[in-house]
């Protein structure tokens, strides 16, 4: 790991300024193996977590990958420029712009749940921006990241890009390395071990975690069509999805009418769950077996909880379900789900509701139905979070233009489109300056003249 890491590190000094010509082929080389290999890697993908749909890994991981490929082929040119500033009176007749150069060498720690968007899209921004990079994928999907090693070996030389595996002790001795940059996706518990890790190294990260998203419904909503993309959100990958929404915040009186809406959109999406192959496994029987004892926890304290379908033990498709009425205190309304598990709480005034987000860590994502935009506007204002979206759930992430990351507890620095090509790049300011200045005017010895300048520039200033 420290050769592969020393190579990267020689290259990057000895190669300062990468043209646009090898930064788009590295891209292109991206492009041309998820075109050539993507169903290799989505079958790999399946087969890392029992059931789960090459199709999912299709819209999940490679469209998002694709639009990102695409935007920043597209944008490349324009964003690798030096950008002009204008520059104040005082300081005219020189002249000053920003340089963007790539930082060097880039680490990216990626986790199960997504494991090629989440490794790969990083990747490709951080080697769109000139860096070299190394990543290290998560090691309980050993089928993808062995594939996805052994691909990207063939596709690119080792002081490009190149890909380290094992489980936390290399990943630790991986987050030591000096990196000028290292990306963590994964979890608040070991983001910030990763985040102490990188201090030692001064080095700079973004950490892109998880923790309890918010979905909130306003009384103003279209239940039948907020309870379809709850669903959504909530079901896909079997809410092995950082952003799917955590729990509901709901209007108190509307409990019937949500359970009938969500009960006929998850019939409509997923009419079995046992065998579905449209319905992913939860990855292993510990995570499986988390998540029951989640429910069995708060039922055993008489929340009332709804199974809605016929989950399989022995293919860990866990059915989806609704939880009534869980206490404040209990496991599932303190920790990040990441399941098909919807605890439902009821609030009154939407004061209430904003209260409640308030009290807890910023979430990563928050969502809100409704067409009251007052009420929608309110609660965007009195509350603070990585990213929204409004009357849908996870669309936020698909937006190139929308910079994706966490704030607080679910993380920090984000990427995507331009504001990724910048979390990888050094702004270096530059001022040139003229030969007709007068930055003399303000050099001692302290005369009449400077206090003359000093005079008329306090009044300027
Ligand atoms: P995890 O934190 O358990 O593991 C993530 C990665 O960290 C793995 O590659 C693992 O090997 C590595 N790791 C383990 N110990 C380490 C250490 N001491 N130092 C450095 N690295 C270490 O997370 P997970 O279970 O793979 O993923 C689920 C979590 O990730 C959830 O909390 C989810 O919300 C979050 N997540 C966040 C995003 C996002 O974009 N914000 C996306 C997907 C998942």
Request: proline share 6%; charged share 20%.
């Amino acid at each position: 790991m420290r050769a592969l890491f020393d190579a990267q590190f020689q290259a990057s000094r000895a190669q300062v300024s990468v043209p646009l010509a090898i930064r788009r082929d590295r891209l292109q080389r991206m492009r041309a193996l998820i075109n050539t290999h993507g169903d290799a890697l989505a079958q790999a993908v399946q087969a890392d977590f029992g059931v789960r749909s090459p199709r999912l890994t299709e819209v999940a991981d490679f469209l998002v990958l694709r639009a990102l490929l695409g935007d920043l082929e597209k944008h490349l040119s324009r964003w690798t420029k030096p950008q002009r500033v204008r520059t104040p009176l005082y300081l005219q007749p020189a002249r000053a712009h920003i340089q963007r150069q790539p930082l060097g060498v880039v680490g990216v720690i990626g986790p199960w749940n997504y494991p090629l968007q989440l490794t790969l899209g990083p990747a490709a921004t951080a080697l769109a921006a000139g860096n070299r990079v190394m990543i290290k994928p998560s090691e309980l999907t050993p089928h993808s990241s062995a594939l996805l090693a052994k691909l990207l070996h063939e596709s690119f030389e080792a002081s490009e890009l190149c890909v380290v595996q094992g489980g936390a002790d290399v990943a630790h001795e991986f987050a030591s390395l000096p990196f000028d940059h290292l990306l963590f996706t994964g979890s608040t518990a070991v983001g910030r071990k990763v985040a102490a890790a990188a201090a030692a190294n001064l080095t700079p990260t973004t950490l892109e975690l998880g923790g309890k998203s918010p979905c909130v419904i306003d009384r103003s909503v279209n239940l039948a069509d907020a309870a379809l993309k709850i669903a959504h959100g909530k079901l896909l990958n079997a809410g092995q999805t950082c952003i799917a929404p955590d729990y509901l915040l709901l209007p108190r009186g509307m409990e019937a009418a949500f359970e009938q809406a969500y009960g006929a959109a998850v019939q409509r999406l997923f009419p079995t769950i046992d065998g579905n192959p449209d319905y992913a496994a939860v990855l292993t029987d510990r995570h499986h077996a988390r998540l029951q004892s989640l429910v069995s926890e708060v039922e055993a304290r008489g929340a009332r909880v709804v199974t809605l379908g016929q989950g399989g033990e022995a293919t860990r498709q866990l059915a989806p379900t609704l939880v009534f009425g869980a206490p404040d205190d209990s496991r599932l309304l303190q920790e990040e789900i990441f399941g098909p598990v919807l605890p439902v709480l009821l609030y009154d005034k939407l004061s209430d509701a904003v209260s409640h987000i308030n009290a807890r860590p910023r979430p990563l994502a928050l969502y809100w139905f409704g067409t009251d935009t007052a009420a929608r506007d309110h609660l965007l204002q009195q509350t603070v979070s990585g990213g929204v979206t409004v009357n849908d759930t996870l669309m936020h992430i698909a937006h190139e233009n929308l910079p994706f990351g966490g704030v607080g507890e679910s993380g920090w620095g984000a990427y995507h489109g331009e504001a990724g090509f910048l979390r990888f790049t050094q702004q270096k300011p530059v001022l040139v300056q003229s030969r007709f200045a007068r930055g003399d005017l303000f050099y001692p010895p302290y005369g009449p003249l400077f206090d003359r300048v000093m005079g008329l520039l306090k009044r300027w200033l």
